[in-house]
């Protein structure tokens, strides 16, 4: 079973500035490394998959990178509606983890 | 693209089994990709429960393993998960997945006498 690892748990950020969400896995997935954002009352929505390519409507200010044990979502120039929980998820091996999320919120 | 609906029951009882059917429409499940659920309890996390593919490999969360049935309704295009046992631990909103792109919207199951 491979553990997915969020750091920090909550991030506070003012608007307009970048936000860096790290996940770390404790063995190699290569690049199947999904991205998710959750707003409250809402299901998941995927960001990003294949660890840097966004999903379909996604806009430009979310990057994912990363490759191995070590992976980073970076929000450029955080907005309104940015405000939320993100979480990572592995899809390279069986199961398919989440990490436990990092809650960025307005400071 | 697809489209996923998650339905059962609100309110299971101590000890019985909860099950959910996930309908689908817009994308057939017997044309490929794994048909997935995931939990989270109230104010919580996600946690991944099981994933079966329409050829029959399925794979489960090991917590959860000796409790979780899922199974493929190809004439219906839906699946169904079955958690047996179940105790308050269990009460969480149940999201059924196509791959990791589409999910439901979410179900809430409480477990309550």
């Known amino acids: 079973e491979t553990v997915m690892t969020q750091s920090p748990a909550t991030l506070s950020v003012s608007p307009g500035e970048r936000a860096t969400l790290s996940c770390r896995a404790s063995?190699?997935?290569?690049?199947?490394v999904a991205w998710y954002q959750q707003k409250p009352d809402q299901a998941p929505r995927l960001l990003i998959y294949?660890?840097?390519t966004r999903a379909t409507g996604i806009p430009a200010r979310f990057s994912g990178s990363g490759s191995g044990t070590e992976f980073t979502l970076t929000i450029s120039s955080l907005q309104s509606e940015d405000f939320a929980v993100y979480y990572c998820?592995?899809?390279?091996?069986?199961?398919?983890?989440f990490g436990q999320g990092t809650k960025v919120e307005i400071k | 693209q697809a489209q996923l609906q998650e339905s059962g029951p609100g309110l299971v009882e101590p000890s019985e089994t909860l099950s959910l059917t996930c309908a689908v429409t817009?994308?057939?499940?017997?044309?490929?990709?794994?048909w997935g659920w995931i939990r989270q309890p109230p104010g919580k996390g996600l946690e991944w429960i099981g994933a079966?593919?329409?050829?029959?490999?399925?794979y489960y969360n090991p917590s959860l393993k000796s409790r979780v049935t899922l199974s493929l309704d190809t004439s219906k295009n839906q699946f169904s998960l079955k958690l047996s046992s179940v105790t308050a631990a269990d009460t969480a909103i149940y999201y059924c997945?196509?791959?990791?792109?589409?999910w439901g919207q979410g179900t809430l199951v409480t477990v309550s006498s």
């Open positions: 063995q190699s997935v290569s690049r199947s």
């Open positions: 997945a196509r791959g990791i792109e589409y």
């Open positions: 998820q592995q899809y390279n091996n069986w199961p398919r983890m």
């Open positions: 817009g994308y057939s499940i017997s044309d490929g990709d794994y």
């Open positions: 294949g660890a840097s």
């Open positions: 079966m593919h329409h050829s029959g490999s399925t």
